[in-house]
Structures are given as C-alpha cells and as structure tokens.
C-alpha cells in the first residue's frame, strides 16, 4: 500500500500526474495532498466513498477547477492554462450533460462532430452505442440508460487521447452494461488512456488495469484488482440460516468463525480440502443448508469496505462542495 504522504517518482509516460493536490472549501479540505500518476494508455478506476474527493480531482485535472495548493500535468500540459489544446485531445462524459432537451441524438453527435478536426462518424457512433434506433428520439424523451449511451458517444466523438468516465454505466441494463464495457475494453486496446470512477466495484475490477482508492482526500491504496485482493487473507465465507452457533463450529473447525452479517459467515482459513469437508460435515449433522459458498481470496469490493472502514472516521465530514454538475456545465 502506498504512502499517500510521499511523492512518487514521476513516470515519464505519465497521461496525468497529480502532485500534493490539494482543495479545500471554505473549512472543508476535499482533497489532502493528494500524488497520483496515471500512465499512457492505462485504465485507472478512481474509487472512493461518496465525499472522499473523486469528483474534486477529475474537477482539477479537466481544468474545472484550480487546486489551492500542488501541481496537475495532463497530456503534459497545465488543464487550466492550456486547456484550449488540452480540449481536443480529452474527452469527458458526466452522469448528467448539458444536452438540449428537445435534441434529437443524431443532430447532437453532428453539432460535437463539427467542433473536432477529425471526429468519428455520428452514425457509426450511434451504432456503436446502440442508439441507431433512437436517433431521431428527442432527448428528453429518451430513458435514462439511452441518455446516458448518448452522453457516453459525445465523449467519444472527437477520437480522444483521453477519457473521463464518470459513473458509464448508471441506469444501463445487462445487455447495454455488456456492450459499454465491450467499447471500454476496445478503446483501452487502442491505447486511450481511461480515467473511470464508478461504484460498481465489479466493474472496476473487470476493466481496470489499476486501482487507486482516495478516502477523505487522501490515497489510501493503489495497485492491479489482483494485486489490491492478493493482499487479503484467504477466506471462506458460506450463507445459511441466521443464528449459527459459531462458537461450536469454530470448535469444530479450529478456526475463527464469525457471523459478519444476519446469515453470512465467514471462515478465518485458507479453503483447504480438509476444512471444507469438515464444515460440510457439521452442517449436514445438524441438517442445515448452505445456500452460498465461497472460497478463496477477497474480492475488490471486500478490500474497498475494508480500507474505506479503517480510514472512516480519522477526520470529520465537511459540507459537499459544490461540483461541476451543480453549476450545470459540461467539463
């Protein structure tokens, strides 16, 4: 785990690199400090509990806001200052975009495609994220997963160096999640570097190919999904009727057993063939069911709770700032 205190050394393929940011609001500091190296062609997901500070820094590093004190260098170049080169080169797409609500899709993507030197074509686009069908469907009359689709092909219009991603997938269905992550991992092989923040930590560790996790404005762990739940204990964790005598099974097995939630036990072993075969045992003695089982490693998600647990409540929570969807512009 890294120590958020300490400046990295710079990588020379950096796309962004975050140097001791810090922002604060009025007597709320939303980011501490924070270093952050992204590389070329690399797919980070920013993960963090509401508040830590994402919104905050992908703010600093589109230009949207200036930090109080540090460096960001995007592309090389200062987002505030040189963010007229810096504009045709990145693309960002927000949960919610300043779309005219009376738009139809395919007017929007030719409106974007003529602010760019060589953009992609509208059409293929809106196949490309499903909206063939809906492209003469007036915005506001679109669902919340298609208005999203469109916000994502606008991002994506002006062929960018680099993406911002917040949140892609909000509201999508199985099919169109499928899909969106299909054109995610194809642009990662293109070589595009992928800013993404979500809450979907399954997605995180499905198409990241890093993972820094920022509580209270500070970085608290980086690393590959593999690398992040290579660090946990073994585990295994089973579901059953609540109200298991663990004290008897942890008996039985010679190990902790503990009930974290109604219902959900965890084992505090490695998932050899002898414990398995020992808890399968005691339960089928005293008739009862296992519903789930599942042995191995932690996943992402587990890791998250964990780490974002151990740092909550070392500083108290400030105000929300206010955010670039508040001020209702499009970064």
Request: with cysteine; glycine share 10%; aromatic share 4%.
């Amino acid at each position: 785990m890294p120590d958020d205190h300490a400046a990295p050394t710079s990588r020379s393929n950096a796309a962004i690199a975050v140097r001791g940011l810090t922002k604060r609001y009025g007597g709320t500091t939303a980011v501490a400090g924070l270093h952050l190296d992204i590389g070329v062609g690399e797919t980070l997901a920013l993960l963090g509990p509401n508040g830590a500070g994402k919104t905050t820094t992908v703010e600093c590093c589109t230009g949207y806001r200036v930090p109080d004190e540090g460096s960001v260098r995007v592309l090389g170049l200062d987002p505030r200052r040189d963010r007229a080169r810096l504009t045709p080169r990145v693309g960002v797409m927000l949960q919610e975009g300043g779309v005219y609500p009376h738009a139809y899709p395919d007017e929007v993507l030719r409106l974007f495609a003529a602010y760019y030197r060589d953009p992609l074509p509208p059409e293929a686009l809106l196949e490309q994220v499903g909206l063939q069908g809906a492209r003469r469907t007036r915005f506001r009359d679109l669902s919340g997963g298609q208005q999203q689709r469109l916000n994502l092909a606008l991002a994506l219009i002006g062929r960018p160096e680099l993406l911002y991603l917040d949140e892609p997938t909000t509201g999508l269905d199985v099919a169109a999640r499928r899909r969106t992550w299909e054109l995610i991992a194809g642009l990662r092989e293109d070589g595009v570097t992928i800013v993404l923040t979500t809450h979907l930590l399954h997605e995180a560790e499905a198409l990241a190919d890093r993972v820094a996790i920022i509580d209270r404005g500070r970085l608290i762990a980086a690393g590959s999904p593999d690398e992040l739940t290579a660090q946990e204990r073994p585990s295994l964790r089973f579901e059953a009727r609540t109200g298991l005598d663990t004290g008897a099974l942890a008996a039985a097995l010679r190990v902790e057993v503990r009930e974290c939630e109604p219902g959900v036990y965890e084992v505090d072993a490695e998932n050899h063939p002898d414990l398995l075969v020992a808890l399968t045992s005691w339960m089928a003695d005293r008739d009862v069911r296992i519903e789930q089982l599942r042995a191995g490693r932690s996943s992402l998600e587990e890791v998250f709770l964990r780490l974002t647990e151990d740092a909550a409540g070392q500083e108290p929570a400030g105000r929300r700032p206010p955010t670039v969807r508040d001020a209702g512009a499009v970064a």
